[in-house]
């Protein structure tokens, strides 16, 4: 019978073609528009992806999210390190820098300047080079996507050049020479990210009395982050977080400062009950149509329970056909769009949620289509 | 039913137990002012292997009375007993087991279900009933066969169910009344 029940189903080829293409729609956009928030979310900290693991960001307690530089002094970093629990304790600075090219022309960049001694916090990916490089004088490490993008250079011929290891960049009317190049997940504003020291970083950013922007930690073994962090806190008038903690910090004032995830959220809701509306009403109307079918069915001996199996198989296979359609759709997307600059992220909660969605609409259909079967008189097969 | 007449037709009548019994059925539609009364006290017996038609005017009650002894619509009061059966006393459950096992129906308006094929159509009641699919497919196809129609029972019966070719769309709709039935029914046109 759920044989007989499919070929109802696509037999009314509008009907089927009308459902699968709404709840397609609907799988669609529910998939693709969160794995694009999620992908932009993911840049908003993608610096804390990039710099590791350390137990605690120690930094001053007005910074509101990664990007939001808030200097302190450099004194600040020896009360850290005299916290108990504290390992060792590292300085990083991070801000803003304006690179001269070759046309006159300037690009803004990220600058991060790593503790001298340990480089630590430096990037784990490196295309070309080594990080102990950066130990050799006035150099510097660029990130491949702005070395081969907003930080190339002009051949004789006009095209561009990316910038290789052994060219010199003007960083603030000083001299750099890129001694590396390394693979980080693209910022949120895709600004090139520079790495160098954190003494070569303060020798090359405009003179200002305090330029210490974070504090990596690591605690001692048998330490307590969260311990620790209200010691640092108590101490030192600093706030400190975990890695989660600054990651979900930082996501939290997008969310909060921005409307993305109500202009996210309303095309997601909208997408919903638009593909779910149409997808419910044809198929309820698909039901109305098959009722005089259902009645003969139902006149020939066919159970309550046996004519519900078919609704609702019909509204699954019309639900997953959909619910594939869209996913695939979304997987031919990201397909074309891995390597380029689109922000995409596909969780794999994301089409878990959506098919479980989907399924509600199925379900909630097929119910409502059910219950207009279940109180059918199979006498309604004899009227002419 | 009060102007519909009862046309016993004579034929080979096997023994005496009677296959429908009803007394009294009364059976109305609608409340109040717009109250009909469709079926008014209706007594009728109709014997094993006997053929009978009923003959009336439209709207006296024929298709009412019909759909009352095939157990797909309840009468109001009175004794209706099917092949042994009281159908008054029957759940709607009851009911639904009793029509899959004992009526065969053959529609006035054929009732064929245009996605599926000759062959699909007619094996419904067997898979229905709960037979597999193929030997389902199998019995129907011999039934086809015997109705004229062995050589459209595939994909291409289809479209000929859509072209208004009455005489060949009833085909499938007599092969789908199971021939395990023991009590057909056929309406209007089909009838004859």
């Known amino acids: 019978m759920l044989a007989i029940a499919l070929k109802m189903l696509t037999g009314n080829r509008g009907k089927y073609f009308a459902i699968v293409v709404a709840l397609g729609f609907t799988s669609f956009v529910m998939t693709q528009q969160p794995a694009t928030f999620f992908g932009i979310m993911a840049r908003t900290f993608s610096f804390l992806t990039d710099t590791g693991r350390v137990d605690l960001w120690v930094m001053d307690a007005k910074v509101q999210y990664v990007d939001d530089a808030k200097p302190m002094q450099d004194t600040k970093l020896y009360a850290v390190r005299g916290v108990e629990g ?69 051949s004789a011929d006009g095209a561009a050049r990316p910038l290789g290891i052994g060219d010199v960049v003007e960083l603030n009317d000083h001299r750099a020479t890129v001694v590396g190049l390394s693979r980080l997940s693209a910022t949120f504003q895709s600004q090139p990210v520079i790495h160098t020291t954190y003494a070569r970083a303060k020798a090359f950013v405009p003179a200002e009395r305090k330029l210490l922007t974070f504090i ?110 869209g996913v695939g759709g979304v997987a031919v997307f990201s397909h074309f769009v891995v390597g380029s600059n689109f922000r995409f992220l596909l969780l794999w909660q994301i089409p878990l949620i959506t098919g479980l969605m989907i399924l509600l609409v199925c379900v909630l259909t097929a119910l409502l289509s059910i219950r207009k079967v279940i109180k059918l008189e199979p006498a309604v097969v004899f009227k002419a | 039913m009060s102007a519909a007449t009862v046309l016993p037709v004579a034929g080979e009548i096997g023994g005496e137990n009677l296959a429908v019994r009803l007394r009294g059925i009364t059976r109305s539609f609608g409340r109040g002012e717009s109250k009909v009364l469709a079926l008014r006290g209706i007594d009728l ?27 797909i619509l309840d009468a109001d009061a009175g004794d209706c007993r099917v092949l042994g059966h009281d159908l008054m006393a029957m759940r709607q459950s009851a009911k639904t087991t009793f029509r899959r ?27 229905i009933r709960g037979h597999g699919r193929m030997a389902a497919l199998t019995a129907a196809r011999r039934v086809l066969g015997e109705v004229g129609l062995a050589g459209r029972r595939g994909g291409a019966a289809r479209p000929a169910f859509r072209r208004p070719a009455a005489a060949r769309r009833h085909r499938p709709g007599l092969g789908r009344r199971s021939g395990a039935n023991r009590l057909r029914r056929a309406d209007q046109r089909i009838g004859s």
């Open chain 1, 86 to 154: 504290v390992e060792w304790a590292v300085p990083m600075y991070k801000g803003s820098i304006r690179a001269r090219l070759d046309d006159g022309t300037f690009q803004n960049c990220v600058l991060v300047g790593l503790d001298d001694v340990s480089l630590i916090g430096g990037p784990a990916d490196m295309v070309e080079g080594h990080l102990a490089d950066l130990r050799r004088s006035d150099s510097i490490i660029v990130d491949i996507d702005g070395a081969s993008t907003r930080l190339a250079r002009k």
């Open chain 1, 216 to 325: 990596l930690v690591k605690l001692r073994p048998d330490a307590d982050p969260a311990v620790v962090a209200e010691r640092i806190r108590a101490a030192t008038g600093l706030a400190a977080y975990d890695w989660n903690e600054f990651r979900y910090k930082t996501v939290l004032y997008f969310i909060r400062n921005t409307g993305i995830l109500i202009n996210f959220g309303l095309s997601i809701t909208l997408a919903f009950l638009i593909g779910a509306a149409i997808a419910g009403q044809t198929f309820y109307a698909f039901t109305l149509e098959n009722l005089r079918h259902f009645g003969v069915l139902k006149a020939l001996g066919a159970g309550n329970g046996t004519l519900a199996k078919m609704v609702l198989v019909q509204a699954l296979v019309a639900g997953a056909t959909g619910y594939g359609l």
């Open chain 2, 45 to 71: 017996d109709v014997r094993q292997g006997e053929l009978m038609m009923l003959v009336g005017p439209s709207g006296c009650g024929k298709t009412t009375l019909i759909s009352v002894i095939a157990a």
């Open chain 2, 101 to 127: 096992g004992h009526i065969g129906f053959v529609f006035q308006s054929y009732n064929l279900l245009p996605s599926l094929t000759a062959t699909e159509n007619v094996a419904v009641p067997l898979l």
